[in-house]
């Protein structure tokens, strides 16, 4: 009989996103549909930028012509699309575009590219950090380092003093809405490179950087490719959480990697719908820019709103400066899902709690900035006056 990976039984943590659906549930039944404030989730809230739909649109009416069908696209995604990235975001690194490889998420890469380093790999993760790199290093039975991010460093990751072989960073990250300095990300770099580790540096909320001293891309800092892949969506940045297209920078600087990536994308992806990598493109567009960041605006005031509301309130909050998310001290040191059930009852707002990110998540709360400023005015006013 064949048998179930057993590492699968490893899965321990709880997956709180349907008990959060369930409890919204209930409350959807007990109140209007329009008085739920839904801060939980981190998915867009505003749709898709005319441009990018346009470029979309353009890409199918192209493929119902004989000169313009498309079957299977390349696997690391059409030229078109690697070299405008390139282009725009990597050449200042002298990066080359056979060195961007599309996908057809964050979520993906993070959890595929581990595959091709040993799989007696010791894997470092950020706690709390985004579910899907503990559950994928759960999942392929890895030793697993946890590096606690706590009110007392900042929530910012040190490197650890045992030996590990790969370290996922993310940052600007989810969920504590930090983002890694140069100094933090200059010493990650310095340490990986003395230690032979590789980064996986998770960069999809990039675009929503503000502060000076946090670097766009961790190849800013000098040599880092050598030792760090970093990964980026269209998802947050492009509003394409529902199309799906992200790429993964994977330089050939780093010893054996490129080659072996080529191969593992080869073997294992048909690529992107043409049209979708068509409507990334047009993301860099200027017309697709001005519409873009005019989005990101509408989350980053949404963001301000709250985080200046929230401190003149007295609350004790972290990130949204640099991220679109607010990770705020439950007051009272009041355990995460109580808080959530008190947000809930009284302001009929969901935010998620910080537990279920990891347990040095307990006693917060992650606040989504993904909503309009006119919610997010709403939502403080509940705090203040109902909670
Ligand atoms: N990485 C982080 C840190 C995220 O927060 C998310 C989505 O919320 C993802 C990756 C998923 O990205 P994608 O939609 O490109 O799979």
């Not at 209007?32 to 839904?38: F, K």
């Amino acid at each position: 009989m064949a048998k179930i990976n057993p590492y699968y039984k490893n899965l321990t943590r709880e997956y709180i996103f349907p008990i959060i659906d369930e409890k919204l549930a209930t409350l959807k039944k007990s109140v209007p549909q329009n008085e739920i404030i839904n801060l939980g989730i981190g998915d867009i809230a505003l749709p898709l930028a005319p441009s990018l739909a346009r470029a979309i649109k353009n890409g199918v009416e192209e493929m119902t012509t004989a000169q313009g069908q498309h079957g299977y696209g390349p696997s690391e995604g059409y030229a078109f699309l690697r070299e405008t990235i390139c282009q725009q975001e990597y050449a200042r690194y002298g990066l080359t575009p056979q060195e961007i490889f599309i996908s057809d998420g964050t979520n993906s890469d993070a959890t595929n590219l581990p595959e091709i380093f040993d799989p007696s790999s010791v894997v470092a993760i950020p706690d709390p950090s985004y579910p899907a790199y503990l559950d994928a290093s759960v999942m392929a039975g890895k030793r697993i380092v946890l590096l606690p991010c706590l009110e007392e460093n900042r929530f910012s990751p040190k490197p650890p003093a045992e030996r590990v072989d790969l370290v996922y960073l993310c940052t600007p990250s989810n969920p504590t809405g930090q983002a890694l300095n140069r100094q933090e990300l200059t010493e990650w770099v310095d340490w990986a490179k003395k230690n032979q580790a590789m980064l996986l540096i998770d960069n999809v909320y990039n675009c929503f950087i503000t502060s000076k001293e946090v670097p766009a891309s961790v190849y800013e800092i000098p040599g880092a490719q050598e030792v760090a892949i970093e990964m980026r969506s269209f998802s947050k940045c492009a509003g394409f959480t529902g199309l799906r297209c992200a790429y993964a920078v994977v330089p050939k600087a780093l010893p054996g990697v490129h080659a072996l990536w080529v191969r593992r994308v080869n073997a294992k992806s048909n690529g992107v719908a043409y049209p979708i990598q068509r409507g990334a493109e047009a993301y860099y567009s200027l017309e697709g820019t001005k519409e873009t960041r005019a989005q990101i605006a509408t989350y980053q005031k949404a963001s301000s709103i709250l985080r200046i509301g929230l401190q003149k309130l007295g609350h004790t909050i972290y990130g949204g400066i640099d991220a679109p998310y607010i990770w705020w001290k439950t007051p009272n040191k009041l355990p995460s899902w109580d808080f959530f059930d008190q947000l809930i009852q009284r302001c009929h707002l969901i935010a998620i709690p910080g537990r279920g990110f990891g347990k040095p998540g307990e006693g917060y709360m992650r606040l989504s900035c993904f909503t309009t400023p006119e919610k997010a005015a709403e939502a403080l006013y509940r705090i203040e006056n109902r909670l």
